[in-house]
């Protein structure tokens, strides 16, 4: 036999309807907590009046300020002189002179020389540098020639030999006469070309002398001497 629950004393039917209402209380109990306000019971406080400093900004306007003046500047007092007018200080005039028949006055003669205070060369002193140099009798084209033809016919046999030719530095002081002294070769090719150079300018014609101040002085000379070999 089937049971049967009667509606009218089922406990679940308005189960819905309770979870629905518990639902809406809750949700307006804690909305009704959030919302609440409280105060406390502290009376209001004076904080006083507040004191604030401010400093205003004032605006400047731009100043140009003048260039300094110029510094005065003191020119020297000019003073002017005679060109004619000669000035001498503490000249002592010594007049009280006995002068008598026997009193002889002696001439100075003043000479306009030019070398007065230059100091005289030395006698043996040799010159480098001169106001007028050295140069050979009949001039430097004629010493040349007679070198030439010295060379041409007596030509070193070594140095033909080993074709040897070149140039050869001579050297060699002109005395006051002319003569020619203390020739040496300061430069040479070898091949016996040094020793004919030197030979050749010993037996050289004399020379006219250096001059320094227009008196004749010992001068040094150096002279190329070249060798030119005539290969076949």
Known sequence: MELKKNPAVDIYRFRNVFLNLGLMVSISLVFAVFQYKSFDSIGAVDLGEVKQKTNEIMEIPPTTQPPPPPPKIQLPEIIEVANEELVIEDLELNIDIEMNQ????????????????????????????????????????????????????????????????????????????????????VKGIGGGCDELAVMVVENSPDWVPAKQRGRAVRSRKVIPIRFILKRK
Not at 169 to 180: A, C, H
């Open 102 to 185: 026997d009193t002889k006055i002696v001439q100075l003669n003043f000479e306009d020389d030019l070398d007065a205070d230059q100091p005289e060369e030395e006698a043996d002193k040799i010159f480098m540098i001169v106001e007028q140099a050295a140069e050979p009798v009949g001039g430097v084209k004629a010493f040349y020639a007679y070198v030439a033809s010295q060379l041409a016919d007596n030509y070193p046999a070594t140095a033909a030999r080993m074709n040897i030719d070149g140039v050869v530095y001579i050297q060699f002081v002109v005395e006051k006469d002319g003569d020619i002294t203390q020739v040496e070769a």
